[in-house]
């Protein structure tokens, strides 16, 4: 049965369709992921064109039909300016996109991913902010809301938790040299899973104003695209392609505070 369906939602993607339309991803509040035409949206004097775009957070009024969701009104709430300008932050942010897309099921709602989404670019318009550390930041709270939160306290046999940590790929876990260090690939300091369980905990404001050595990052980074991978079944990320291609974030990171 067709009917109507006013909601706050995020453009997730967006491509043409055909000459006139778009076809947009959103990640509804009421309704989680949802595909929806935008009819007439590629025309430049279009209603819709605006709210059609990447980093728009809008409210839809969405006609649901058997096969797919059309848009019919949509008021813009937030355009995040502060991303689209900046090439290194429009890369993380199509890059926290497309891992949101990735790794939820269509028509499931989560106000909680929806808020973790919406206050990552918020974030990510903050100047000060470390960007990299708010990414791996992203990463952890969104695997954690997913349900893969990674045992970041010590060693998954035997609860070691001075000296490094060495990840292994067959259980996606974390081990002391003892338990199983022998064959994995690449290891944690102790420090960067302190740096690890201090992102997972505080607000993304306060994690990026952390300040981490360039090591840390590094660890932090590969530990958490393995985790994202062998947990979540995200690989192969177009965004993650186009970050690595624009430099990163070399250029715009001013982190402030040690810890
Ligand atoms: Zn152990």
């Not at 991303?83 to 949101?100: K, P, Q, S």
């Not at 349900?147 to 306290?153: I, K, N, S, V």
């Amino acid at each position: 049965m067709s009917r109507l369906l006013k909601t706050k939602a995020l453009v997730l993607q967006t491509r043409p369709l055909g000459e006139r339309d778009r076809l947009l991803t959103l990640y509804t509040m009421a309704s989680g992921k949802l595909p929806a035409v935008a009819p007439g949206a590629r025309k430049v004097k279009s209603k819709l064109a605006a709210a059609s775009g990447p980093f728009t957070c809008a409210a839809y009024l969405l006609y649901l039909g058997r096969t797919m969701a059309t848009v019919t009104q949509a008021e813009i709430e937030t355009g995040f300016w502060g991303i689209r300008n900046d090439v290194h932050r429009y890369a993380y942010g199509t890059y926290f996109a497309e891992l949101v897309d990735k790794t939820v099921e269509e028509e499931e709602a989560s106000p909680e991913l929806f808020a973790l989404l919406f206050h990552g670019w918020r974030e990510l318009e903050n100047k000060r902010a470390d960007i990299e550390l708010l990414a791996r930041c992203f990463e952890l709270k969104l695997l954690s809301l997913l349900g893969y939160r990674p045992g970041l306290e010590g060693c998954a046999a035997c609860g070691e938790n001075r000296g490094k940590l060495f990840y292994g790929s067959a259980s996606g876990g974390l081990f002391c040299s003892s338990c199983g260090g022998g064959g994995a690939s690449f290891a944690l300091t102790a420090g960067s899973c302190a740096l690890a369980r201090r992102l997972l905990s505080l607000p993304y404001k306060n994690a990026s104003a952390l300040r981490a050595h360039a090591f840390q990052k590094a660890e932090l980074e590969n530990f958490l695209q393995h985790c994202l991978q062998h947990w979540a079944g995200v690989g192969g990320l177009k965004s993650l392609s186009f970050l690595q291609k624009v430099g990163g974030a070399d250029s715009c990171n001013k982190p402030k505070r040690q810890i």
